[in-house]
T-cell receptor, first 111, second 116 residues
């Protein structure tokens, strides 16, 4: 079935460091790919998405490129801030209604 | 747009009591999802409604859990009787379902349930 595997955390970084969170997927057909972010005590918010191969999603300084050849959708940010501390979820939506989530990666940014 | 609205934000109840969680999806969205989030199991899809009809309830843990969607703007998740292991954050999400996969979900802020 459709599934997403993302790197395990927790990840701890210093402010202004480079962040990468790896995400790979298994799916039939042509899924859309998403990154969601969950700040402490809040619900999940859509961070960015890409709906076809080679698309790049971007938002708030975060980027991810849909790589069909490597079945990946890695999240990157060039210079993180303390306010980026959150849990990040990779997700895919393939041929039906279901959004399949990864396990989540906890990111902590220290001042 | 007010987003997906859930109530209450926090609920503390005693074991054996009935608990009802409420959700108002985004107007115009025709798909609604209930999720449960715990440290041990992460995000679990409990039930999915499309056009107010339950389509997939395979994630509902047991008969103590039930969900309804009487109209396009309201859904409830009920636990009766509640048990301590039901303690979790319950999220409602809604989505457009226009036959395409490009739409993500919009989540509510969740209800943190504690059963003592």
């Amino acid at each position: 079935g459709d599934s997403v595997t993302q790197m395990e955390g927790p990840v701890t970084l210093s402010e202004e460091a480079f962040l990468t969170i790896n995400c790979t997927y298994t799916a039939t057909g042509y899924p859309s790919l998403f990154w969601y972010v969950q700040y402490p005590g809040e619900g999940l918010q859509l961070l960015l998405k890409a709906t076809k191969a080679d698309d790049k999603g971007s938002n708030k300084g975060f980027e991810a490129t849909y790589r069909k050849e490597t079945t990946s959708f890695h999240l990157e940010k060039g210079s993180v801030q303390v306010s980026d501390s959150a849990v990040y979820f990779c997700a895919l939506r393939a041929n039906d209604y279901k959004l399949s989530f990864g396990a989540g990666t906890t990111v902590t940014v220290r001042a | 747009d007010a987003g997906v609205i859930q109530s209450p934000r926090h609920e503390v109840t005693e074991m054996g009591q009935e608990v009802t969680l409420r959700c108002k999806p985004i107007s115009g969205h025709n798909s609604l999802f209930w999720y449960r989030q715990t440290m041990m199991r992460g995000l679990e899809l409990l039930i999915y409604f499309n056009n107010n009809v339950p389509i997939d309830d395979s994630g509902m843990p047991e008969d103590r859990f039930s969900a309804k969607m009487p109209n396009a703007s309201f859904s409830t998740l009920k636990i009766q009787p509640s048990e301590p292991r039901d303690s979790a954050v319950y999220f409602c999400a809604s989505s457009l379902e226009a036959g395409a996969t490009i739409y993500g979900y919009t989540f509510g802020s969740g209800t943190r349930l504690t059963v003592v």
